[in-house]
């Protein structure tokens, strides 16, 4: 009895620390966060998001602290990274034809692999499952509420939203 008691503790202490949190996953009201890279939870994300709206000044800032500390806990990484962003902006810069092409063709295979019924448009299930930023703004990109986003449709809103992350809108 008394070998039987420390490995029954020691078992339970394992199932808690692993199979629990596991288990919990599928659990409403369940606290298990996800795995990207913030390490908050959807939930935490959109307050987040929320916050943003209303002072982007101080979000921004904020984002600016944490990247800053980030690189001063690895300032390889981050160096790397800043070499390889110059290494693209210059890329661009030399041939922004041939940068357009990528991005199109990028989004292109983004939408392909979003569309999984091959219909030539995404349903909000489609964008939820592959495309989830994109499912967020769902209704309002939804121009002709028909439950369905075209290609037209995807390239109506970011035309009025700018292009999207500065970018010149390119002309198709």
Do not use: W
């Amino acid at each position: 009895m008394k070998r039987i008691l420390p490995a029954t503790l020691c078992a339970l202490a394992l199932f808690a620390a692993y199979a629990a949190p596991a288990a919990a996953q599928g659990l409403p009201g369940a606290t298990v966060r996800s795995e990207g890279r913030s390490g908050a939870s959807p939930a935490e994300r959109d307050a987040m998001r929320e916050r943003c709206k209303a002072n982007p000044e101080q979000c921004r800032e904020q984002m600016k602290s944490r990247m800053r500390e980030r690189c001063r806990e690895n300032p390889q990484q981050c160096e790397e990274m800043r070499a390889k962003i110059k290494q693209r902006h210059e890329q661009c810069k030399a041939d922004p034809e041939k940068c357009q092409a990528e991005r199109r063709a990028y989004a292109e295979r983004r939408f392909k692999k979003a569309d999984s019924d091959g219909n030539g448009a995404i349903s909000r299930g489609e964008a939820e499952k592959g495309m989830p930023r994109l499912a967020r703004h769902f209704d309002r990109i939804d121009a002709n509420k028909d439950g369905q986003l075209s290609v037209a449709e995807l390239q109506a809103a970011r035309q009025a939203h700018g292009g999207g992350k500065g970018r010149k809108q390119e002309s198709n």
